[in-house]
């Protein structure tokens, strides 16, 4: 989407189309005329380095798609974009481990944009114990490739229709967002694997449901999990504005009992 032959008002112009805005639309929550916007979208107007950081904040444009625009505009990036081995970024990095090893006996993992992981807590590994097709394991580990490939976790899971429908349309959104032709190449090859449907039929929704679940095979029972994503606030930085923690909680008891035994048992193995 972004090149660097594009100028920044046709950015701004097909971000604008991506969020379904138009011109009077934009402009209003600007607050700036629509004929000064219609003259930046042409080309006949120069944004200033403000307007294009404005237009970007109007249109909840990500980090790393600013700095494109301010690009194009001619100005300099205004975000950094750090490794996450960066030692400023140590901080931050530290709050995550912190955040997945409190989450245990329950499983979580953070992974970057494109879903590769990054770290995982300890309740995470017992539940890969299975998985056929050894090249998923190696990094970088695609979290999302992991779970939909018929070689990965999907064999285990029991709702995969479900979930699978869940995890797609919520990288549909994300592609939606940022426009990302990796994610968007992803979405395709996910797309390919066995969908889990019975007949073609669509799933139905449980009507006393408020969550999807994820409900996993492991060993002789089923293990039922809701998730929650957490990202970090207000970040100034591409790369940690791009980071995500998808804690799984589980969605009833005997989860919890079967959680809490294992994590008990990985413990006496390593003492």
């Known amino acids: 989407m972004?090149?660097?032959?594009?100028?920044?008002?046709?950015?701004?112009?097909?971000?604008?189309?991506?969020?379904?805005?138009?011109?009077?639309?934009?402009?209003?929550?600007?607050?700036?005329?629509?004929?000064?916007?219609?003259?930046?979208e042409s080309g006949r107007a120069a944004p200033s380095r403000d307007m294009v950081l404005h237009l970007a904040e109007q249109l909840s444009i990500p980090l790393r798609q600013r700095n494109q625009l301010l690009l194009a505009a001619g100005f300099a990036p205004s975000f950094s974009e750090r490794s996450l081995t960066d030692t400023t970024l140590a901080p931050a990095m530290a709050a995550v481990e912190t955040v997945l090893r409190g989450h245990e006996p329950f499983p979580a993992l953070a992974v970057d944009r494109h879903w590769n992981l990054v770290s995982a807590n300890a309740a995470v590994g017992p539940l890969l114990a299975d998985i056929s097709e050894a090249s998923l394991l190696k990094p970088p580990v695609n979290v999302l490739r992991l779970s939909l490939h018929p070689g990965g976790v999907a064999p285990r899971i029991v709702n995969?229709?479900?979930?699978?429908?869940?995890?797609l349309?919520?990288?549909?959104?994300?592609?939606?967002?940022?426009?990302?032709?990796?994610?968007?190449?992803?979405?395709?090859?996910?797309?390919?694997?066995?969908?889990?449907l019975k007949g073609g039929r669509p799933v139905?929704?449980?009507?006393?449901?408020?969550?999807?679940?994820?409900?996993?095979?492991h060993g002789d029972q089923v293990l039922s999990f809701i998730s929650t994503i957490t990202v970090f606030g207000t970040p100034l930085d591409v790369t940690l504005s791009e980071l995500a923690i998808e804690s799984f909680f589980p969605a009833d008891e005997p989860t919890r009992t079967v959680l809490v035994r294992m994590a008990k048992e990985q413990a006496a193995k390593v003492s």
């Open 2 to 40: 972004t090149t660097a032959q594009s100028s920044a008002g046709s950015l701004i112009r097909e971000w604008r189309t991506r969020r379904r805005m138009s011109q009077l639309d934009l402009a209003m929550e600007a607050e700036i005329s629509q004929r000064h916007l219609s003259f930046v």
């Open 160 to 167: 995969l229709a479900e979930w699978r429908a869940h995890l």
């Open 169 to 196: 349309e919520r990288l549909k959104h994300q592609n939606d967002a940022s426009g990302d032709p990796v994610l968007i190449e992803l979405e395709r090859e996910l797309r390919s694997y066995p969908s889990g």
């Open 204 to 217: 139905p929704v449980e009507p006393d449901g408020i969550v999807h679940p994820l409900r996993l095979a």
